[in-house]
């Protein structure tokens, strides 16, 4: 992720009346494989998780 793009990310994230800095940290994690597959995993300290109220 560029810094431009966590920049624009965090502002959206952040710009609700009741939004604080915690609701623009990472929620998931991406990692590669050397055959280039990709994995997407929810963060285990994430915020916000998939079925989760």
Known sequence: M???HAAKREEQLTTA?????SD???RIDVTETD???KRIDV???AKYRPGKA
């Open 35 to 37: 055959s280039g597959t």
């Open 24 to 26: 623009a940290e990472p």
């Open 17 to 21: 009346p009741k939004a604080d800095a």
């Open 43 to 45: 963060r285990d300290d």
């Open 2 to 4: 560029t810094d431009d």
